[in-house]
């Protein structure tokens, strides 16, 4: 084996010397990394096929020892055969499309940076597995005998993978602006009266709302309610640090415009938006809003429900904007559906947990590119923002008063 080796480094520097020399280092440094990753795999893959298929499980045999392969940290209980899969077969389990996809977005990526801990694993293999552990709640024991990499391994590589798909994000998760934005416009009401009301209404860009990641605390913070019984501990209030605050903006598709992580102790509600918008009024199309929940600012390019008492005019709007909220609400529940391990991130560190909330965020728009839509369940969520925080300005409260007295006469209009 040690010839066959030496004589694939021989042919990389020979390689090296006939073609790569007018390189620059940077592309010298990535080729050379695929190709010592190609030679790397295909030793790998070719030690696997030569493997014996596993005996099948014999309950005589419990109590002789279980022999696992070299670099497998598992145990094997009685009465259930452990789960082999090859990286092949786990290539092969989900859609290969999206992997081939993803792997060319990070070839074609102004970063040139190497991916820690692909030593065993070409990068098609690196997407398929940081998509397992994104997609699945498994454990890295589960995900190490499929891919056959000791854990350690696989935690450097996923997060490695993750750090690399957050350099994506300016490419993925963008404003639209000039044509692109007119395009994204949709009308406020819905289809069925929009012709009536098309000339006298505004049209909406997007939808604002928030989310929360469940994480787990770091050290130190959870030690205290350790202690406490697991009853207890249940109806007490959760830490504030025990999640992350997700706050996006997306289109009727569901695609996501904008995009913040926080931790949970930070209850801003879209603020940032707000005062990007406000010095770059050019970013909202004309006669366009964003719509928020209550709770949101109420701005000159972000619309609120009322609050309080409500008469039919006003109770026609909030009904209006609830319309366009689901939107919002789908476009999580999908990402959840596709990204399972944003139920609960078992994650202590806050840079690392927003790197994959982030990644899913990402990834998120790029599975809508391909045509790729999984529908998950719209669940109610708590929320610990109270409803008459949001701020209200005086030009906001105008245009809302027009834009609801437009609306309520339309509407008064069609039914008499």
């Given amino acids: 084996m040690e010839e066959y080796v030496l004589s694939a480094g021989r042919a990389v520097l020979d390689m090296v010397e006939r073609e790569w020399q007018p390189l620059s280092p940077g592309e010298l440094e990535q080729r050379l990394d695929q190709a010592v990753e190609g030679v790397l795999e295909a030793e790998m893959m070719a030690k696997l096929k030569t493997q014996p298929p596993p005996a099948l499980y014999d309950h005589s045999l419990q109590s002789q020892t279980n022999v ?15 789960e082999e899969e090859s990286p092949e077969e786990a290539l092969e389990a989900t859609d290969g499309a999206a992997v081939q996809y993803i792997t060319d977005l990070l070839q074609s990526s102004k970063s040139r940076a190497r991916m820690a801990g ?31 990499l000791e854990k350690g391994n696989i935690h450097r590589t ?54 929360r990641i469940p994480i787990r605390l770091p050290i130190g913070k959870h030690d205290v309610e350790s202690t406490m019984p697991e009853v207890k501990r249940m109806k007490e209030e959760a830490h504030p640090d025990s999640w992350l605050n997700l706050q996006i903006a997306c289109d009727h598709k569901g695609r996501f415009l904008h995009c913040t992580i926080s931790k949970g102790s930070n209850m801003d509600r879209g603020n940032i938006l707000k005062d990007k918008l406000k010095q770059h009024p050019d970013l909202m199309p004309p006669d366009s809003y964003l719509l928020a929940r209550a709770g949101y ?21 909030n009904k209006t904007l609830d319309e366009h ?30 790197a994959v909330v982030l990644t899913a965020c990402v990834l998120h728009n790029v599975f809508l590119d391909m045509g790729q839509v999984i529908q998950g369940d719209v669940e109610k969520e708590g929320d610990t923002t109270p409803e008459a925080d949001g701020e209200e300005d005086e030009e906001g409260a105008h245009r ?17």
Avoid at 132 to 148: A, G, I, M
Avoid at 178 to 206: D, I, N, R, T
Avoid at 330 to 354: E, P, S, T
Wanted: aromatic share 8%; net charge positive.
């Fill in 68 to 82: 696992q392969p070299e670099g497998l940290q598992t145990t094997t209980s009685c009465g259930s055969p452990p």
């Fill in 118 to 148: 692909r030593a065993r694993l070409s990068l098609s293999h690196t997407v398929q597995l940081s998509l397992t552990l994104l997609s699945e709640r498994v454990s890295y024991r589960s995900v190490s005998r499929r891919f056959n």
């Fill in 158 to 211: 996923f997060f490695s993978f993750c750090e690399r798909i957050n350099t994506l994000e300016d490419r993925q998760i963008r404003w639209p602006v000039g044509k692109e934005a007119l395009e994204s416009l949709f009308p406020l009401c819905s289809q069925e009266k929009e012709q009536a009301q098309q000339q006298c209404l505004p049209q909406v860009l997007g939808v604002l709302g928030h989310t």
């Fill in 297 to 317: 600012p109420l701005t000159a390019q972000i619309l609120t429900p009322y609050l309080g008492n409500q008469g039919p005019r006003e109770e026609l709007f």
């Fill in 325 to 354: 909220f689901h939107v919002l609400d789908q476009a999580v529940a999908n990402m959840k559906a596709r990204f399972q391990r944003l139920k609960y991130l078992d994650i202590g560190n806050y840079d690392r947990a927003r």
């Fill in 400 to 416: 809302r008063d027009i834009i609801s007295d437009l609306l309520f006469k339309n509407f008064s209009s069609l039914n008499t």
